[in-house]
């Protein structure tokens, strides 16, 4: 096991988001990696590897370039005229309005690049993103190196609802699909990403959803009654050559290990079937019990029987971290999850 | 001219707007309809209509039947889960997201039914607004049945954003829309809608953008630039059978009077050659010099041209009060206003 950490997460540290109308704390915020960190530091793990720096070159073949090109400038841009708190969008193109125009404006250009009031951006936004991209990448390097069987990034924002060319749920930069691509462009034939994150990893599947190469599996709870709501339902299958390499199942809130765990093995037979040459886990430590924002009851126990299932399956393994926002359990979730990927 | 004006209006007061990213008190407020009520007084306009009851049909010959079981109902729901503030949406359908799923949740629904973060239900929202479209049918009735030419209706909060089935920039039901096509259930087999407001009327111009016998048109700030940003470009001419029936006439920034006149001038030739038998004009006080909200540079005296001119047309007008948030200036230029429509 390889783990990779970037210590430069700090900078994205937001004054608030808007949760259920009003300005609330952020529950994405840097005690979250420290938590893990402090963590790994009292159990032993004490050889974390720094990122590489791959460039920008493997997130844009997932990301659209205006909206790279948005993430980069827009705390200037906002700041030059003058405003003083977070980044939030004001205005969106609902229902009979026009995308395709590009207004100059930097309310006008957010509307277009978020799909989400709750995400805020603030001065260091961008850099923490793009180390996060690196070291997703680090991992998918790492295995496809073969220097290990299974690499772990802990970074913070999490990725996996982020759009090809849009921000949201806490995500600015899709990792776990920059990771898997990055395997698909150097060396592995067939990828397989796997979230088990409690929210549907919407961004991941809208990236690879026409494609034959990428499985995208989700096991999460169900969109009808919950965020992201507009993606992550069952009949969501892939489309084009896609057809059938996207699985979604999902989950009522209150699932507990007993209702969790066959969901799991379905989730891993359709794996196993798939066959792929390396594998992208998107890991989120919101399905524990006490998540303020996820609502299964998964234990701590259980990260170490997720993490063990899915390394009998054999396959080179990156394992990003998305969710997960209780904090005091967050550094036990994360080693029960990475002991039971190491698991024999 | 015949005025007619909701007192109750007071009960949608919420708490604050979203707004460069901040939290800040509502530029769309009681005051506003007060300092107007208060204006009247003062001039001497002492008889103001009460609406009349037209109940929902009218509302929903323009706007989606679910759009308004869920304006209806929102409050509702969302105390029941124990939320506590005003309501403000989380997360909306963006590019590649589902619009056709039916979240069955108050944060899924929103997404469905706003486009903008900036826009607060609270507790007396419903009653409001749907006195306020009662208010822009009586003006319409009154016209219709030849009590008068020229009627007034000032409410809040104003309409002329509102889409058929989704609301923003401070619109939930638009009055003016309504009131046009209640023009065309009771007599008038043309209608035409001037808009006058700072901002683009996108769902004034998305209602009726398909048809042939409502033309609409609008003097506005360009939303490259501007809100509503994606609707009310130069290029949106109508479609279909209304393919012709749109005429967007965008204006820069700091527009004064030498530039608005001429324009103004064109959106009245469109009206000529159209020749209605009927009119609803969206007034919006906010092209005044000191908006907060606006950026022309339009005086007081202004709007009594803008009025004259219109009056000039001899055309049974209806005219809905939408922007204005210049409180101190508002009682006067919507006198202004009514004393150009009053000229002969």
């Known amino acids: 096991m390889k783990i990779f950490y970037s210590d430069k997460h700090a900078a994205h540290d937001c004054a608030g988001e808007i949760k259920d109308g009003e300005l609330k704390p952020c529950f994405e915020n840097p005690s979250r990696a420290d938590a893990i960190d402090q963590a790994f530091k009292q159990n032993g793990f004490d050889t974390l590897y720094t990122p590489s720096d791959f460039g920008l070159e493997p ?11 948005f ?8 700041q030059a005229i003058g405003r003083k708190g977070d980044i939030f969008p004001l205005v969106w193109p609902g229902a009979g309005m026009r995308r395709e ?17 709750g995400t805020p951006i603030c001065a ?23 220097q290990t069987q299974h690499a772990f990034s802990f970074s913070r924002p999490p990725g996996h609802h982020a759009m090809p060319g ?37 961004g991941t599947q809208a990236i690879f959803y026409n494609r034959a190469d990428v499985l995208v599996v989700n096991v999460h709870s169900d969109p009808k009654h919950e965020y992201p709501y507009y993606l992550g339902h069952a009949d969501e299958v892939g489309d ?14 209150g699932t507990g290990w007993d209702k969790y765990l066959p969901t799991l093995n379905k989730a891993l037979h ?10 992208v886990v998107s890991f989120g430590a919101d399905t524990y019990k006490d998540d303020p924002l996820g609502f299964f009851k998964l234990d701590t126990n259980h990260f170490i029987e997720i993490g063990a299932a899915i390394a009998k399956l054999e396959i080179p393994t990156a394992t990003i971290l998305e969710g997960g926002y209780a904090i005091e359990a967050l550094g036990d979730n994360v080693i029960a999850m990475i002991n039971g990927l190491s698991a024999k």
């Open 166 to 202: 849009q921000y949201g749920g806490y995500c600015f930069l899709n990792n776990a699909a920059i990771a898997a691509q990055y395997m698909r462009d150097n060396g592995a034939k067939k990828v397989a990403v796997l979230d088990v994150d409690y929210h549907h990893g919407n």
């Open 71 to 78: 993430l980069h400038t827009a705390w200037q841009e906002w």
């Open 270 to 279: 359709s794996l196993e079937q798939f066959a792929p040459d390396a594998l």
């Open 59 to 69: 997130v844009l073949k997932v990301h659209d370039a205006d909206y790279i090109e």
């Open 124 to 146: 260091g936004t961008w850099g923490v993103v793009y180390q996060g991209a690196q070291a997703a990448i680090s991992t998918a390097d790492a295995v496809m190196r073969k």
């Open 101 to 117: 125009v590009q207004p100059e404006n930097i309310d006008g250009k957010l509307g277009i690049y978020a799909f989400d009031s």
């Open 240 to 253: 084009g050559a896609g057809n059938g390499f996207n699985v979604n199942l999902p989950l009522p809130k």
